[in-house]
């Protein structure tokens, strides 16, 4: 079988790489590019409803009645919900704000007409060829979903992860494409641990603490071979389900509250919470605990849930900066940890993370003065090889032809070193990994 050396491999792939290049370059010379493509979508995960918010600027402009501008969505993407009342379309020269265009059903002389048809949506311009120009150079937005004025219905983004194309063409002489990941976004989905004992929870600090009483609640156990929760209670520390009492059980895993009540006024208690899965093997929570009161003390309400700031592209190094907000006067847990979280202002937060190749996840919330902690947010934060531009596991001829296509603009699927342009030392990163799987 004919081997070639690792020099020879990557110059053999520098050279598909210039013929993916010559291949690709436009053209047309006659037609222009979009500037500024970006698609900000609110779900990432497959089959789940999403808005999308579409920015581009046109150097053309469409200004004439018969012009049209055609998003096209790639294959999976399902559109059959949504028509012209779930679509909002902008247009100005500084914002993309300045103006918002009427649209209808049907084109007439002052709206625009907007048909969604399998998976494209064409916007014609008004049969009156003074009404509804977008002026050469403008900034143009196309809201699709809940986030436009009055709308219903969101588009179901694809069934496979990877990076999905989104085509922008048209009569009027512009056009362009740009890409958006479809991967396990933050909503955490749970896996089923055969042969092994259940993911914990994070049991909170007792709230609502009366003379008799006080209210329990955790964390939601995702695992897919979830039976039941059992909260014991004990006088002591170390309590467990031997030493403890049973006052709690349920094979719900979304009930996450109780209170326990007919408590001893002025006495400290201690609880734990112990996940089973469909193997009887537990896994035991954090311990907390409180004192019930003898009266005049106030406990208020625990924290909100901290936020966690979304990331359009996908990441490819070994770190990560992770940030959102918090609610004022509170610290932020992460995987139970608040060692090296940073607070650049009394509502935000920041924390450096190690990354492994896959699905990372971050249980992250907030602990308040009085020592109660908010709801839990589940975070998936996935890592795609340096090379797999559309996160699919391997990196091949699919990923090669993407990183030509965007070779010197700073389109973030083919950036894998994150320093704003896709280049030589990019392509070195592909060729490494080519071939690979992971």
Same mark, same amino acid.
């Given at each position: 079988?004919?081997?070639?050396?690792?020099?020879?491999?990557?110059?053999?792939?520098f050279s598909i790489f210039l013929i993916?290049?010559?291949?690709l370059l436009p053209q047309n010379s006659?037609?222009?590019?979009?500037?500024?493509?970006?698609?900000?979508?609110?779900?990432?995960?497959?089959?789940?409803?999403?808005?999308?918010?579409?920015?581009?600027?046109?150097?053309?402009?469409?200004?004439?009645?018969?012009?049209?501008?055609?998003?096209?969505?790639?294959?999976?993407?399902?559109?059959?919900?949504?028509?012209?009342?779930?679509?909002?379309?902008?247009?100005?020269?500084?914002?993309?704000?300045?103006?918002?265009?009427?649209?209808?059903?049907?084109?007439?002389?002052?709206?625009?007409?907007?048909?969604?048809?399998?998976?494209?949506?064409?916007?014609?311009?008004?049969?009156?060829?003074?009404?509804?120009?977008?002026?050469?150079?403008?900034?143009?937005?196309?809201?699709?979903?809940?986030?436009?004025?009055?709308?219903?219905?969101?588009?179901?983004?694809?069934?496979?992860?990877?990076?999905?194309?989104?085509?922008?063409?048209?009569?009027?002489?512009?056009?362009?494409?740009?890409?958006?990941?479809?991967?396990?976004?933050?909503?955490?989905?749970?896996?089923?641990?055969?042969?092994?004992?259940?993911?914990?929870?994070?049991?909170?600090?007792?709230?609502?603490?009366?003379?008799?009483?006080?209210?329990?609640?955790?964390?939601?156990?995702?695992?897919?071979?979830?039976?039941?929760?059992?909260?014991?209670?004990?006088?002591?520390?170390?309590?467990?389900?031997?030493?403890?009492?049973?006052?709690?059980?349920?094979?719900?895993?979304?009930?996450?509250?109780?209170?326990?009540?007919?408590?001893?006024?002025?006495?400290?208690?201690?609880?734990?919470?112990?996940?089973? &899965?469909?193997?009887? #093997?537990? =896994?035991?929570?954090?311990? *907390? $605990?409180? !004192?019930?009161?003898?009266?005049?003390?106030? @406990?208020?309400?625990?924290?909100?849930?901290?936020?966690?700031?979304?990331?359009?592209?996908?990441?490819?190094?070994?770190?990560?900066?992770?940030?959102?907000?918090?609610?004022?006067?509170?610290?932020?847990?992460?995987?139970?940890?608040?060692?090296?979280? &940073?607070?650049?202002? #009394?509502? =935000?937060?920041?924390?450096? *993370? $190690?990354? !492994?190749?896959?699905?990372?996840?971050?249980? @992250?919330f907030a602990r308040d003065n009085y020592?109660?902690?908010?709801?839990?947010?589940?975070?998936?934060?996935?890592?795609?090889?340096?090379?797999?531009?559309?996160?699919?596991?391997?990196?091949?001829?699919?990923?090669?032809?993407?990183?030509?296509?965007?070779?010197?603009?700073?389109?973030?699927?083919?950036?894998?070193?994150?320093?704003?342009?896709?280049?030589?030392?990019?392509?070195?990163?592909?060729?490494?990994?080519?071939?690979?799987?992971?």
């Amino acid at each position: 079988m004919f081997k070639c050396s690792k020099q020879e491999k990557i110059w053999i792939i520098f050279s598909i790489f210039l013929i993916t290049v010559i291949f690709l370059l436009p053209q047309n010379s006659q037609a222009s590019s979009l500037t500024t493509l970006s698609d900000k979508i609110s779900r990432q995960a497959p089959l789940v409803a999403a808005n999308h918010e579409i920015k581009f600027t046109t150097p053309s402009g469409i200004g004439d009645s018969g012009q049209y501008l055609r998003i096209i969505f790639d294959s999976g993407f399902n559109l059959a919900a949504i028509n012209y009342t779930d679509i909002d379309l902008f247009h100005g020269p500084v914002s993309g704000l300045e103006t918002e265009e009427s649209l209808t059903g049907v084109t007439n002389l002052n709206s625009w007409g907007v048909n969604v048809s399998g998976g494209h949506i064409d916007f014609n311009h008004p049969l009156n060829n003074a009404n509804g120009d977008i002026a050469p150079n403008d900034k143009v937005i196309v809201r699709l979903g809940l986030n436009a004025s009055g709308a219903s219905h969101q588009i179901i983004n694809p069934a496979t992860i990877g990076s999905k194309i989104i085509t922008l063409s048209g009569n009027y002489g512009d056009s362009g494409k740009l890409a958006v990941a479809i991967f396990t976004d933050q909503i955490g989905v749970g896996g089923k641990t055969l042969h092994a004992p259940p993911n914990a929870v994070i049991l909170n600090n007792p709230d609502n603490i009366t003379i008799d009483s006080m209210d329990l609640s955790w964390s939601t156990n995702i695992d897919v071979d979830f039976d039941k929760y059992e909260l014991y209670i004990g006088d002591n520390p170390g309590v467990t389900n031997l030493t403890g009492i049973l006052i709690f059980t349920t094979t719900d895993h979304l009930l996450t509250y109780t209170t326990a009540s007919s408590l001893a006024s002025s006495r400290q208690y201690y609880f734990v919470l112990y996940v089973y &899965n469909t193997e009887a #093997l537990f =896994t035991l929570s954090n311990e *907390v $605990n409180a !004192i019930t009161l003898g009266g005049g003390v106030h @406990i208020p309400p625990r924290p909100a849930m901290p936020t966690l700031d979304a990331r359009l592209c996908p990441i490819f190094l070994s770190t990560t900066n992770l940030s959102g907000t918090k609610p004022l006067g509170t610290e932020i847990f992460i995987n139970g940890s608040n060692e090296n979280v &940073n607070y650049p202002t #009394l509502v =935000t937060w920041e924390k450096l *993370v $190690n990354l !492994i190749l896959g699905n990372n996840l971050f249980l @992250i919330f907030a602990r308040d003065n009085y020592g109660q902690n908010s709801d839990v947010l589940n975070a998936t934060v996935v890592r795609c090889e340096v090379g797999d531009t559309n996160c699919n596991g391997i990196v091949d001829d699919f990923d090669l032809a993407g990183l030509a296509y965007h070779w010197n603009t700073n389109w973030c699927y083919a950036d894998f070193n994150e320093d704003g342009v896709v280049d030589d030392f990019d392509l070195s990163g592909l060729a490494a990994h080519w071939d690979g799987v992971y």
